[in-house]
């Protein structure tokens, strides 16, 4: 994939619940993307579990942790002497970790560190992950149940939050937290929420959701992600079920308008 730098991106973060189905979320909205090859797209996947690159049916070879440790490591050793070295070696090695395939490229962020603090090397890899995403179109960021990892180990600005809830008290509840931290540590020029997984009949007006959180609107419960989650099929691959087409329509339109 050529890289050319266009400016600063779409930039979605997707947060939300445990287990409300960020990362379905997350892969159908890369899925309605990529399906204009025209647009250049990067996912990055910010959960610690790396559930993004199944969905999507993609390898890392090494995540932005593996590099970072690799670099303190070279640190204590002393191996690196100033920051023009530290930032080539760093750029190298996170755009060789980007797996790509026609107009997606694909990062993954890894699992928190635990070996110190390290706020410079952790300041550099964001300034260069965010150089790295001025060269799309449209970044995607399946986050962990959370937003400041995205802030701390990501980037400090995007320009969409999307909070995913299912239709429940409780996680419209943690995304009603997750935006009130969100405002106070991240940039974002938009935000709002979607519930996901619901079936037909079922009753969501009943949700206490602030006037002050857009509502873009619902996401049905599909067959075809759960026969794809059974049978492993990324859902890149997958047919256009209607969990799809309330992403690519909704969300999408929500996104871009």
Excluded at 73 to 96: C, H, N, P, W
Excluded at 116 to 142: H, M, P, Q, T, W
Excluded at 148 to 170: F, G, I, K, W, Y
Aim: hydrophobic share 45%; net charge negative.
């Amino acid at each position: 994939m050529e890289r050319k730098r266009i400016g600063f991106p779409v930039v979605l973060a997707v947060c939300g619940k445990g287990g409300v189905g960020k990362t379905c979320i997350s892969a159908l909205m890369v899925k309605a993307l990529c399906s204009d090859q025209k647009i250049r797209v990067l996912a990055i996947d910010a959960d610690p579990a790396v559930g993004l690159a199944s969905a999507l049916g993609v390898a890392a070879s090494c995540t932005v942790d593996d590099i970072r440790n690799e670099l303190i490591a070279k640190i204590r050793g002393q191996k690196l002497s100033d920051r023009a070295e530290t930032v080539s070696m760093l750029e190298y090695e996170l755009f060789s970790a980007l797996a790509e395939h026609e107009n997606l490229a694909f990062l993954a962020i890894g699992r928190p560190e635990t070996d110190g603090c390290y706020c410079r090397v952790n300041r550099i890899l964001k300034e260069i992950i965010g150089d790295l995403a001025s060269g799309f179109d449209y970044v995607v960021i399946d986050g962990e149940a959370g937003i400041e990892q995205v802030n701390r180990r990501v980037m400090e600005r995007v320009t969409h939050l999307l909070l995913v809830a299912d239709p429940s008290a409780r996680a419209v509840s943690v995304a009603v937290t997750i935006m009130d931290v969100a405002r106070r540590v991240i940039e974002f020029r938009k935000a709002g929420i979607v519930l996901n997984r619901v079936r037909h009949g079922e009753r969501t007006d009943l949700l206490e959701i602030p006037q002050d959180m857009e509502m873009i609107g619902t996401i049905p419960d599909d067959e075809t992600i759960h026969r794809a989650d059974l049978s492993g099929t990324p859902l890149l691959n997958a047919a256009h079920g209607s969990a799809y087409l309330a992403v690519a329509g909704r969300v999408l339109a929500w996104m871009n308008s």
